[in-house]
């Protein structure tokens, strides 16, 4: 007896219960209905994605090959589309999530317009994109399992029995499209409380991992641009334990929290530690500053000083009023702030560098599992590289250490097309595909995301329509480009309608109404021109 099956025993009995008055209730159709709706709230999706992630961090323990991916999305239907290409084409979904990017709503989801991402937009638009991700993904399983119970009927009406037995395994081994969200909370938004509030609704909208930086909330900047300003330990601490009250408050006790440093692009802070005895934590993040050592005679009114082992030392500040810290103190910055993270509560660390490159992050990992052994990360393969750039210069430096003859390239113009088909091109993307293979085996890379990856497909995708459509193609460009590789390639976009639930809303009419429902898939329905 199977979930499916037993639902429908079950409904059956309760059906009884009620007498004639439930005639018109078809126990299976229940059974249906329930089966594609298996989420009922957000808190659900949450705990049910928070065990797969937690499952999935022991795996990569015990095994670094196995890694975990992302694409970050900013609507609930490229969402949706994304899992369904996962699913089609890879069959499963396992190690594979969603990531949601705060640049993505700031640039496409707020009601202000496209803002840079500076904490600016609405933070409730972060938890109404987890809630719009959730249920466009529920309504893809709603969807997948209605033409299994359309196929179902059709085999049971051919009494075919070999294909009904089939088409129950796939209904009751259903695999949800369902997976797991990487929730991006900025600094934030704001003081300890909050970031506790916003934390709390992404939650309780199916979060079950949010990743939080260690910036000035008032700040905050994009991890690859200027001007980023970090704050004292103690100051994240306090966030990181605002984001795991609401996991505990509201149960979901294996919530998983993303510790970022930005402190390898971050050279100023908003304001010195407080330090209570030498050595503490908030004497080593002043320790990293810019100061020069005075004597008593040389203070100026409004000064402060920092006392250390009885020298009197200036910090360095700048007309904004924020400190400096010395150059070159970046990576000592960023270890320091991820084993502290990972000391108070966070679960993975998440290293915002300025390029790709394996051995750097390497280093940083390896001192930081002398502390924490086995101290994981969230890795971004950020659009903001020139990856071509980046790995062709990785390749030259690598021919020229080999003692090769690199006369026939530029180095300072490996991006022209010129070099696509030769040794270094081919050995420059070589080194591309195989980073995040390499990344996870060598430095500690859990998980692997693009963070804006479907802002640029649109726009490039919209582009090549743009392009051909409004130029001599006319209509070709589009049945030519799209509809066409939409067909030959299985896309289920191609039937639109049936996409946005045309279909599953006349299986509802028929149990609602039985033979007097008014359908919209009938014979004159041009979909048809599809099936």
């Known amino acids: 007896m199977t979930a499916y099956q037993d639902d429908i025993h079950a409904i059956e009995a309760l059906t009884q219960q009620h007498g004639p008055s439930w005639d018109a209730i078809d126990p299976e159709h229940v059974a249906r209905m329930r089966a594609q709706n298996r989420f009922r709230t957000g808190l659900e999706i949450a705990q049910y994605t928070a065990d797969i992630m937690r499952r999935d961090m022991a795996e990569y323990d015990a095994d670094s090959s196995l890694y975990t991916q992302s694409l970050g999305v900013w609507h609930g239907f490229i969402g949706q589309q994304k899992l369904i290409s996962i699913k089609k084409h890879l069959k499963s979904t396992n190690k594979r999530y969603l990531y949601l990017s705060g640049w993505m709503v700031a640039a496409l989801r707020s009601e202000f317009g496209p803002l840079p991402d500076q904490s600016m937009h609405e933070k409730t638009s972060v938890p109404a994109l987890i809630e ?37 395994s796939q209904i009751d ?46 700040e905050k900047q994009c991890g690859h641009q200027d001007g980023k300003v970090t704050v004292p330990h103690e100051d994240f601490i306090a966030k ?23 402190s390898l692009g971050a050279g100023l802070t908003q304001k010195l530690a407080v330090s209570q005895r030498p050595g503490d934590l908030g004497d080593q993040y002043n320790s990293f500053l810019d100061v020069e050592e005075i004597t008593e005679d040389e203070l100026s009114d409004g000064d402060v000083i920092i006392r250390r082992e009885g020298r009197l030392l200036r910090p360095k500040r700048l007309a904004s009023n924020l400190y400096q810290f010395r150059p070159g103190t970046g990576e000592d910055r960023v270890v320091l702030d991820c084993i502290t993270s990972l000391q108070n509560g966070a679960d993975l660390l998440w290293i915002e560098t300025e390029k790709p490159h394996v051995e750097q992050i390497a280093g940083m990992v390896d001192r930081i599992r002398e502390v924490i052994p086995n101290a994981k990360l969230v890795y971004n393969n950020s659009p903001s590289f020139n990856w071509t750039l980046n790995f062709r210069q990785q390749a030259y430096d690598l021919l020229v250490e080999e003692g090769r003859d690199v006369s026939g390239y530029d180095r300072g113009e490996l991006m022209s097309a010129q070099y696509d088909d030769t040794e270094l091109g081919r050995l420059a993307d070589e080194k591309i595909r195989s980073f995040q293979r390499d990344g996870s085996a060598r430095a500690g890379i859990f998980h692997h995301l693009i963070t804006l990856p479907t802002y640029h497909t649109a726009a490039l995708s919209t582009d090549d329509l743009a392009k051909g459509y409004f130029g001599d193609e006319g209509m070709l460009a589009y049945v030519q480009g799209v509809q066409r590789r939409e067909i030959r390639e299985g896309i289920a976009t191609v039937k639109h309608q049936n996409m946005a639930g045309s279909d599953i809303g006349d299986t509802h009419k028929e149990y609602f109404a039985g033979d007097a429902a008014l359908k919209a ?3 004159h329905n041009t979909m048809n021109q599809f099936t």
Not at 141 to 155: I, K, S, V
């Open 132 to 168: 719009e991700l959730y249920t466009f993904l529920r309504q893809a399983d709603a969807r997948e399992l209605d033409l299994l119970f359309t196929q179902l009927d059709e085999a049971r009406r051919a009494g075919d029995e070999t294909a009904v037995e089939f088409l129950q």
């Open 173 to 218: 081994n259903h695999e949800t499209h369902v997976v797991p969200i990487i929730a991006d909370i900025d600094a934030g938004f704001g003081n300890p409380e909050a970031t506790y509030l916003l934390a709390r609704k992404m939650i309780e909208a199916g979060a079950c991992a949010i990743q939080i930086e260690n910036q000035v909330s008032d």
């Open 240 to 262: 990181l334990n605002a984001v795991r009250y609401a996991f505990l408050e509201l149960g979901i006790d294996n919530g998983i929290i993303v510790a970022r440093t930005d």
């Open 521 to 523: 898939g009938g014979q």
